[in-house]
């Protein structure tokens, strides 16, 4: 595995219109979240994962900051933690830090826009696609998509339910977890790091 992530440059929005939000410093104003629509953040991937996540795609906040599930209420980083993947819950500053862990983070669909649902079934077919030759490239263990009604939507599988799926991708094993964004309620932030973990504990079983 790479000792530092492959960081490509994001198209729209790089370098320093970025908006640094972690903590003790200022969060993204209302202006500067509308203009990060659209834009895209780059991936944190190395090769040889063991877990490699997928979101559906970033949210406002993280297309202002640059940092993946980055948005004040997400559950994703505490989830990440109870489930055993770091040591201590990161800061999603700290991104960086995960293929140390052997984690990485990527997305179905790579623009910012300000909820899942303004996503066109187009792009999260062709969002699949791309996710599937990025598994091809770097070879991650495991494939995790974070949200199942955009893998269902992306992959044409309806009847998905939540857990490990019985296909592969791009030569990787495929487990589905719920969205962690604090919208979706049908989820604590308890019950969420009990699906992690169910995840790492396969995720550690040999091949």
């Known amino acids: 595995m790479a000792d530092r992530p ?3 440059p994001a198209r729209r929005g790089a370098g320093p219109t970025r908006v640094p939000a972690g903590p003790g410093l200022p969060r993204p104003t209302p202006a500067q979240l509308r203009a990060a ?3 895209t953040i780059a991936d944190v991937i190395a090769p040889g994962l063991s877990v490699l996540f997928a979101g559906i795609n970033p949210g406002l906040y993280s297309g202002a900051t640059g940092w993946h599930f980055a948005r004040p209420g997400n559950r994703f980083w505490p989830a990440l933690h109870r ?3 770091t040591p201590r819950q ?3 500053s700290e991104q960086d830090e995960l293929p140390r862990y052997g984690v990485g983070i990527t997305n179905l669909v790579a623009r910012t826009t300000a909820r899942a649902d303004e996503l066109s079934s187009t792009e999260l077919v062709t969002g699949a696609a791309i996710l599937v030759a990025k598994v091809e490239r770097y070879r991650p263990r495991w494939v995790a998509v974070a949200g199942i009604t955009a893998y ?3 992959f044409g599988r309806p009847r998905a339910v939540f857990g490990p799926q019985p296909e ?3 030569g990787a094993r495929l487990w589905v977890l ?3 964004s604090g919208l979706n309620a049908h989820y604590t932030p308890q019950t969420l790091g009990v699906a ?4 790492r504990a396969a995720a550690t079983v040999p091949d």
């Open 178 to 180: 719920p969205n962690p």
């Open 37 to 39: 629509v659209d834009r």
């Open 196 to 199: 992690f973990a169910d995840l």
């Open 168 to 170: 592969t991708i791009g």
């Open 6 to 8: 492959d960081r490509a």
């Open 152 to 154: 269902r939507a992306g």
């Open 90 to 92: 990161l800061h999603p």
């Open 83 to 85: 489930g055993g993947f």
